[in-house]
């Protein structure tokens, strides 16, 4: 169920004690330099998906964890294993399967004989980054074994608290369509995804360079560690440090509080997804090369962030999809009604949200 892909699955330090993962920031020069080289990576992998590339950078800058839903066969696994491979960070992966347990993937408390004390055994989870296979192929049960790992940094067993090493991000991948036995994500874990991007088909230039590419071999086989875990962590510093005014706070809040208001939607975005997309939008300023977050930056995560945490109301969906069957207890209110579809019921809905709200004229820095 679990495999160890390129180093150790255990992360250094990460039992026992907290690791800050403090670092030494970096400047945004070299910021750039490390983004790009990590872009091209995943860009000589997934052909024709370079906004797909960046988000996915975006979230692990971020500190966010990134769920990838689409079709089987577009390359979500691919993109996730890219991802990891292009940073020297302990990397582990999980198949998710009806039979998982929870123990499989936190750990488990094991007696030893000799020393007549139980030990721990970390589990898949012990790692800066992992891999969930088709995480929706587990049992409710095991899926919500992720759920403190991924808000609170720590594993919580038999009374004993372990906490992960820095960075830490979950990139789960799912297939919405197929529904056989499969479990939903509910509402509070798919909240704890920063962001949800679907792949969707490639154009006929970009499957016929795919054919090309990887005729002889993967390209996954040529991807090596670009980035160390500590440029990383100085990667992750600088884009802390990036300055968000207080308008442009107040701008992302209102759109968040329009989400809870609006009568097409019956579950508007929690106070985390607010708190995701302004670290979102600061990783997406120092990608751009600057010290300071716009409105622009806010408006172009709204989707990414905010779409899979939303559910419309059943007429909404009706009127948006007529003809369509809505999936069950509307866990999908914003999957499209057909396969490799770019525009979603919840989409539309976002879009006008944010173009009601009002944008603010902000100043580009502090003082």
Known sequence: MTNAVGNSAIGGGAIGNRSSG????????????HA???????????????????LSLVVLLAEGHLLVEDVPGVGKTTLAKA???????????????????????????IYNQHSREFEFKPGAVFANIVIA????????????????????????????????????????????????????????????????????????????????????????????????????RGMIETARTVFVSPAVEQYAVNIAQATRRDPEIRLGVSPRATLHLVRAAK????????????????????????AHRVLLTRRSLADSRPGARPSAGYAGA??????????????????????????????????
Do not use: H, W
């Open 22 to 33: 403090q670092t030494g920031e970096t400047s945004l020069d070299e910021f750039g330099r």
């Open 36 to 54: 790009a080289a990590i872009l091209d990576n995943l860009q000589r992998v997934i052909n024709g998906k370079p906004e797909i590339a960046a």
């Open 83 to 109: 991802l990891a491979r292009s940073v020297g960070c302990s990397v582990s992966r999980i198949q998710f399967t009806p039979d998982l347990l929870p123990s499989d993937v936190t750990g488990v408390s």
């Open 133 to 232: 296979d088709e995480i929706n192929r587990a049992s409710p049960k095991t899926q919500s074994a992720l759920l403190e790992c991924m808000e609170e940094r720590q594993v919580s067993i038999d009374g004993q608290t372990y906490f992960l090493d820095a960075p830490f991000s979950v990139v789960a991948t799912q297939n919405p369509i197929e529904m056989e036995g499969t479990y939903a994500l509910p509402e509070a874990q798919r909240d704890r995804f920063m962001v949800r991007v679907s792949m969707g088909y490639p154009d006929a230039r970009a499957e016929l360079a795919m054919l090309q590419n990887r005729e002889q071999k993967s390209p996954l086989d040529e991807i090596d560690a670009v980035v160390s875990r500590d440029e990383l």
């Open 283 to 306: 990783v997406t300023a120092a990608l751009d090369g600057r010290e300071f977050v716009l409105p622009d930056d806010i408006d172009a995560l709204v989707i990414p962030v905010f």
């Open 334 to 367: 914003g999957l499209a009604a057909t396969a490799g579809s770019t525009s979603r019921p919840v989409d539309e809905v976002l879009r006008r949200i944010v173009a009601n709200t009002p944008v603010p004229l902000v100043a580009a820095r502090k003082g």
